[in-house]
């Protein structure tokens, strides 16, 4: 692959992972800026708490495949470096989008996305870090950064492969600064925990 189409992969998949889903969808189905509502934050969890089940849903799925598409075809195409380079560029597109004024989500569906992309286990296993975390203490943000910080164990394992690991490594680390509110929520004992409503 030259250089040039590797770097209009990694642009493409820097567009993929900026769309909305969570501003999109709460605006066109259910007539709600999700920005204004709840933590104010465009991914899952503020949309389970303020446009439901259904909304929640969709927008998980949306986001996850923002991270998981790009990466895939990198995969199947036997590129494991690009597929690192992509999911990256994905989740910072999800976090920094240009659409809402480079602000976004916290990159945590997408991210999970690309790595189910690398792995169906590595993915699984972290889907289950995350359940296992948010279920015992039932706050999501725990769940995301304890599933976001054992991800490069995960993938190392799963694929041996040193460029998506650093991507697990380096996502788990935007994921943890993105969450800096909520650990000082959680210190706080502020933090809102799942299945609460709206603040």
Same mark, same amino acid.
């Given at each position: 692959?030259?250089?040039?189409?590797?770097?209009?992969?990694?642009?493409?998949?820097?567009?993929?992972?900026?769309?909305?889903?969570?501003?999109?969808?709460?605006?066109?189905?259910?007539?709600?800026d999700?920005?204004?509502?709840?933590?104010?934050?465009?991914?899952?969890?503020?949309?389970?708490?303020?446009?439901?089940?259904?909304?929640?849903?969709?927008?998980?799925?949306?986001?996850?495949?923002?991270?998981? #598409?790009?990466?895939?075809?990198a995969? $199947?195409?036997?590129?494991?470096?690009?597929? !690192?380079?992509? /999911? =990256?560029?994905? %989740? *910072?597109?999800?976090?920094f989008?240009?659409?809402?004024?480079?602000?976004?989500?916290?990159?945590?569906?997408?991210?999970?996305?690309?790595?189910?992309?690398?792995?169906?286990?590595?993915?699984?296993?972290?889907?289950?870090?995350?359940?296992?975390?948010?279920?015992?203490?039932?706050?999501?943000?725990?769940?995301?950064?304890?599933?976001?910080?054992?991800?490069? #164990?995960?993938?190392?394992?799963?694929? $041996?492969?040193?460029?998506?690991t650093?991507? !697990?490594?380096? /996502? =788990?680390?935007? %994921? *943890?600064?993105?969450?800096?509110?909520?650990?000082?929520?959680?210190?706080?004992?502020?933090?809102?925990?799942?299945?609460?409503?709206?603040?």
């Amino acid at each position: 692959m030259t250089v040039a189409l590797g770097a209009a992969a990694v642009v493409a998949a820097f567009l993929i992972g900026s769309i909305p889903f969570g501003y999109l969808i709460g605006k066109v189905a259910f007539r709600t800026d999700i920005r204004r509502e709840g933590s104010g934050n465009i991914g899952a969890m503020n949309a389970l708490r303020t446009l439901g089940k259904r909304g929640a849903a969709s927008v998980l799925v949306l986001d996850a495949l923002k991270g998981f #598409v790009p990466a895939f075809i990198a995969v $199947r195409a036997g590129l494991p470096d690009l597929a !690192a380079c992509v /999911a =990256a560029a994905a %989740v *910072l597109g999800h976090c920094f989008s240009p659409w809402l004024g480079w602000r976004g989500g916290k990159g945590v569906a997408t991210s999970f996305g690309a790595v189910f992309a690398f792995s169906w286990l590595a993915g699984l296993l972290t889907a289950a870090a995350w359940a296992a975390g948010a279920g015992t203490t039932r706050y999501s943000s725990v769940g995301s950064m304890a599933g976001s910080v054992l991800t490069p #164990v995960f993938v190392w394992f799963t694929t $041996r492969s040193v460029a998506e690991t650093i991507y !697990a490594g380096m /996502a =788990a680390l935007l %994921v *943890l600064y993105l969450h800096r509110e909520n650990i000082a929520r959680l210190r706080a004992g502020t933090e809102r925990a799942i299945g609460a409503g709206p603040s």
